[in-house]
């Protein structure tokens, strides 16, 4: 068993909806044990940004799978949930990506892990800090980073915002079953 973290995002429809649907399919996965659900925060479109704002949110837990196994579950969730690769860097339904799987450095073409970018990204740190705040991050061969220690250079998080607090029986259901 290998711990790993997700980041999710929605910014089209009932986003609420679309990211509780995501938790619901994680937590049902059968090689997927899901540990922890940061709160949701409304965050400004980075890259793109004409499109509506997002609600992002991170979750852990502990998983089987491989990180290819791990990939294709999340991406049969997007798919489930209605998500359509048309404009790149826009609006979707529901986006989750791997962030980290264990210490494992994974660099195919369609995974790479750590998330190239989460270093940069208050909209996956600051969740991700929340649930996991001492998580070590690969950030080069042998050093490791913490979400914490990632932020403190992160200049502008002005565009996150807590929009919903974790939901304690949420989370109590979680971890309970
Ligand atoms: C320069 C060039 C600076 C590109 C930033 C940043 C590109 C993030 C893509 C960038 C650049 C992304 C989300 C989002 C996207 C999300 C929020 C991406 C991929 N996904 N903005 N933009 N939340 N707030 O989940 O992350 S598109
Ligand atoms: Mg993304
Ligand atoms: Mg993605």
Redesign the pocket.
């Known amino acids: 068993m290998v711990d790993f973290y997700v980041s999710l995002?929605s910014n089209m429809g009932d986003r609420l909806d679309y990211l509780s649907r995501a938790i619901k399919a994680l937590r049902h996965h059968s090689g997927i044990q899901l540990e922890a659900v940061s709160s949701i925060y409304e965050?400004?479109?980075?890259?793109?940004t004409d499109q509506p704002a997002?609600l992002?949110m991170a979750a852990g837990g502990k998983t089987d799978l491989s990180p290819d196994q791990l990939l294709e579950a999340v991406m049969e969730i997007e798919k489930g949930l209605g998500r359509k690769r048309e404009i790149h860097?826009g609006p979707r339904t529901i986006?989750i990506d791997i962030l980290t799987y264990g210490r494992v450095t994974v660099e195919e073409e369609k995974l790479q892990v750590p998330h190239p970018?989460m270093a940069e990204?208050a909209?996956v740190l600051i969740p991700l800090a929340e649930i996991a705040s001492v998580l070590p991050i690969s950030v080069a061969p042998n050093e490791y980073k913490t979400p914490t220690q990632l932020l403190e250079k992160v200049k502008d998080k002005s565009?996150v915002r807590l929009w919903k607090s974790i939901d304690w029986e949420i989370e109590f259901a979680l971890t309970e079953s």
């Open positions: 995002g965050t400004d479109p980075v890259g793109f997002f992002n860097w986006d970018r990204r909209f565009g």
